[in-house]
């Protein structure tokens, strides 16, 4: 399970991802901050001073040697230092995606289905998933710059101290609501990120539809893309404006005080000048003083704001992933399905009743019904019945429901997570396309069996896919899509064929159809049915559609309206009672041959 704990929470983590680089990146950047300012500054004197006394005959010119030496090692030390930072920040990056990034995507699998169909939950989970390597190591990087800041402007406030005192005070009074504006502009700015994110999941999907591989046919065919780039132009300038307002009016606050600062500095460059005029200051140290002066208002006036700004940032970020860990797991969610295929006598719902987490209404108002071993069976309705959420509740993703669903006598709810998952082999709907080797394709539909070559054959041969497997470059080894090398593509109804036999070599003892084939034309979608049907015989089956192609295959059917079984029986039972499936199934007719 992830675990994040408060601030500082993105320094915790890169040091718990790689605590010996970690310290060194720390260590080298408080020794990199001292370099620029105040050690740059005295061999710069230095160097200076000597080449000006040599000028004036009052100093060897061998002694301009040292002075060099000096600043030429301070020079390349900072060089080489910053680059070795680097080279460390590089690996703590990777450490930090290679353990935490699996972390993000375990806890991801492992989510309760309903933060899945939750939009706001999903937005926090994409702001969360995104690159959250990329997000900790802005905010580990930000407190590292924060401390070579404080080191480095300290370093040159003890030099401005011992010539003009009283520019400390003015200079750290006005750092003060640099910091704190610093703070709202970092806060304000993810903020305005996070209201953002609505109009940018809408960007990036339409951004699929104009470039996306497979949209190229549709949109060549349908000339939709100007109209698509039309709409992807609006949401990208609405989320665009969005972020802009605030970060603009954020800038100019913080960045106007660095003006003030400049000025600040002119004003102690100036004051120097009289001592230098007068001996008491060399040249060479009213240089270097000068130099790390307008080097510390630089850093005061736009490198400490973007500093602050990233911690800010860093702790929204912070308080998403708090926000993140904390939701809740389905219990063994990326467990396996049981190795042993579990016995299957009944199933029954007993007055079900339930409604999703964010709806207010009971999709399901006191459902019953038994389906035994054995047996077909049909889910018909019209969309929006409550078929498919049927599917979700015998399947475990939703427990929030009321009354009782039976197993073989036993509350789901009571069963292992492992047994249910092997007791239910579902081909959704939206079934996925995975762009693998079909071979594996396949398998996915029994991770825990001994799948053989030759039972991946036969199951693929069963599903109708002899045919395509024949035409495949390296057979059923081949990889489909476009994703990996050699890969080819397949036709939608080729991919359906793949779903089902996902579902044939599962040893699952209930075989369900979730409106698979509901893109297809009512001819087309009977003929899968019958199919599937052929292969399925003496098992446990359930057909789920709204259109009535595949009844006439089951033992029984049964019809829900409004959240509850309004019917139930045979083809011919419910045609002669001429109530709501005789209605459908006569609107339904003409589509079938």
Same mark, same amino acid.
């Given at each position: ?56 005959? @009052?100093?060897?010119?061998? /002694? ?6 000096? $600043? ?44 899945? =169909?939750?939009?706001?939950?999903? /937005? ?16 580990? @990087? ?38 704190? $504006? ?31 591989? =497979? ?126 295929? +579990? ?62 669903? $039976? ?9 292992? +997570? ?42 693929? =041969? ?16 081949? +990889? $489909?899509?476009?994703?990996? +090398? ?44 019958? /199919? ?39 083809? =011919? ?21």
């Amino acid at each position: 399970m992830l675990a994040v704990r408060p601030i500082p929470g993105a320094l915790r983590l890169a040091f718990r991802a790689s605590p010996g680089y970690a310290a060194l990146h720390v260590a080298l950047s408080a020794a990199h901050a001292v370099m620029p300012t105040a050690a740059t500054a005295l061999a710069t004197a230095n160097f200076v001073d000597t080449a000006t006394a040599i000028l004036q005959g @009052t100093r060897a010119r061998s /002694e301009i040697t040292l002075p060099i030496i000096l $600043l030429l090692a301070v020079m390349g030390i900072h060089t080489t230092v910053g680059s070795v930072i680097g080279l460390i920040y590089a690996r703590i990056k990777f450490r930090l995606q290679d353990t935490f990034k699996p972390a993000v995507v375990r806890k991801h699998a492992s989510l309760d289905f309903k933060h899945v =169909e939750n939009a706001d939950n999903w /937005e926090l989970i994409s702001r969360v998933s995104k690159d959250p390597a990329t997000s900790i190591m802005d905010g580990f @990087t930000a407190y590292v710059q924060f401390l070579q800041i404080l080191i480095s402007v300290s370093s040159v406030l003890i030099l401005i101290l011992t010539q003009v005192w009283w520019a400390v005070p003015i200079i750290l009074a006005f750092s003060a609501p640099m910091l704190w $504006l610093s703070m709202r502009a970092g806060k304000k700015n993810y903020q305005a990120g996070r209201d953002a994110e609505k109009f940018n999941r809408r960007t990036w999907y339409l951004d699929w539809v104009l470039t996306g591989r =497979e949209n190229v046919d549709e949109r060549t065919l349908f000339g939709y893309g100007e109209d698509v780039t039309r709409r992807w132009a609006e949401q990208f300038e609405a989320g665009r404006k969005l972020q802009l307002r605030v970060t603009a009016r954020m800038f100019l606050i913080s960045k106007g005080s660095s003006i003030i600062l400049a000025l600040i500095a002119l004003l102690v460059a100036l004051t120097l000048i009289q001592p230098v005029v007068s001996g008491a200051l060399t040249a060479g140290l009213f240089m270097g003083i000068v130099n790390a002066v307008f080097g510390m208002t630089k850093q005061l006036g736009w490198q400490l704001s973007n500093s602050v700004e990233n911690i800010s940032s860093a702790a929204e970020y912070r308080k998403d992933l708090n926000e993140f860990a904390a939701l809740s797991e389905a219990p063994d969610a990326s467990g396996l399905p049981d190795a042993e295929t +579990p016995d299957f006598q009944t199933l029954e719902f007993r007055d079900v009743r339930f409604k999703y987490p964010t709806g207010d209404d009971y999709v399901l108002k006191g459902i019953s019904f038994t389906l035994e071993r054995g047996k077909h069976y049909a889910f018909v309705g019209k969309n929006g019945a409550g078929k498919t959420t049927v599917t979700k509740l015998l399947t475990g993703l939703y427990s929030e429901y009321e009354g009782e669903i $039976l197993i073989n006598g036993a509350e789901l709810r009571t069963i292992p +997570p492992a047994t249910v998952k092997a007791l239910f082999s579902v081909v959704y709907q939206d079934f996925a396309k995975y762009f693998i080797a079909l071979k594996d394709n396949v398998t996915l539909g029994d991770v825990s069996g001994s799948n053989t070559e030759s039972r991946v054959q036969s199951a693929a =041969e069963e599903a109708g896919l002899d045919g395509t497997i024949a035409e495949l470059r390296d057979g059923i080894n081949t +990889p $489909l899509g476009r994703v990996l +090398p050699n890969g080819q593509d397949i036709s939608g109804g080729q991919w359906q064929r793949v779903a089902i036999a996902r579902s044939l070599i599962s040893r699952a003892p209930v075989k369900m159809l979730d409106e698979p084939t509901a893109a297809l034309d009512p001819v087309s979608e009977s003929r899968i049915y019958q /199919e599937f049907e052929k292969l399925m015989r003496g098992k446990t089956t359930v057909f789920i559609s709204h259109r009535l192609g595949s009844t006439k295959l089951a033992d029984e059917i049964l019809v829900i309206g409004d959240g509850v079984v309004s019917e139930c029986g045979t083809h =011919e039972e419910l045609m002669r009672e001429n109530g709501q499936y005789a209605e459908m199934f006569e609107a339904q007719r003409g589509w079938y041959v």
